[in-house]
């Protein structure tokens, strides 16, 4: 008889300690943490349009290099571009990775959002979202979004140099999803510094040492995806002003004129 009720307090104190400890384990299962797991994850782009001669866009800047080195959202690869416009480079300091090139994609961006003009810093979610760059709770829910949106699969291999300031590399893309409203969409490279820092001697952010993350520092065409099959080519770009030896290359299948994103795929060239 005393087995027996020493048999049944421990049930009961099993149960007990079970029904208290289990919402506490949900609570740590859900929403975001880093990304260590080896499940299949969701690649998304994450776009900064920010600039060395804005004094808002550096806590934008920390922000982008914190979701890449994080990456806190579950089932998500969130895979990051800082492109540094050049409308701020005439009141007193020249950005040096800045182009006119990616001004024109943030004003496409702007006409695919209905937006009256552009600002800095701002942050684009594969193509579909948009708000201020350094926002971080509505940049996690914009990540979230987009992670739930069908995508195709876009690879990068065989990535490396020739020549210096070229770099070969494979895609592979599958065609576009039924859903995709668009008959086509532009397949794009871009290259990026793994990271860069100015010390600023002049306008807004004079006196700072600024750092960045994935810099762009190229966005080329290579190619069309569409409805009819798979794309998959080699394709050579030339790297510019960017570091060699320390470079992203990240892959985009987007709608044309900067709208949605449909996949996106990243790879590294190294020393």
Request: glycine share 10%.
């Amino acid at each position: 008889m005393f087995r027996l009720k020493l048999v049944l307090i421990g049930m009961v104190a099993v149960a007990v300690l079970g029904a208290l400890f289990h919402p506490r384990l949900e609570a740590v299962g859900g929403g975001t943490h880093p990304a260590n797991d080896n499940a299949q994850r969701t690649p998304v782009l994450v776009e900064l349009f920010t600039s060395e001669g804005c004094s808002d866009c550096p806590p934008a800047d920390a922000l982008l290099e914190r979701l890449d080195r994080s990456q806190p959202v579950r089932g998500t690869e969130l895979i990051v571009l800082s492109e540094h416009v050049d409308y701020w480079n005439d009141i007193g300091w020249r950005d040096p990775y800045s182009t006119h090139e990616y001004s024109e994609r943030q004003g496409a961006y702007a006409g695919h959002f209905g937006l009256g003009s552009v600002y800095t810093p701002q942050m684009v979610v594969d193509g579909r979202f948009e708000l201020v760059g350094s926002d971080e709770r509505r940049a996690i829910r914009a990540i979230e979004s987009a992670t739930k949106v069908e995508k195709i699969a876009v690879s990068v291999s065989a990535v490396h140099l020739e020549g210096g300031n070229i770099v070969s590399l494979h895609i592979n893309a599958g065609q576009l999803p039924s859903s995709a409203a668009a008959g086509s969409a532009d397949v794009l490279i871009a290259t990026a510094d793994e990271s860069d820092e100015s010390h600023v001697s002049r306008g807004e952010n004079a006196g700072r040492t600024l750092k960045h993350v994935a810099v762009l520092r190229s966005l080329t065409r290579v190619g069309t995806a569409d409805h009819s099959g798979e794309f998959s080519r080699d394709v050579k770009v030339s790297i510019n002003h960017a570091k060699a030896g320390n470079l992203r290359v990240v892959a985009i299948v987007q709608e044309p004129s900067a709208g949605q994103v449909f996949g996106v795929g990243s790879a590294r060239l190294s020393n």
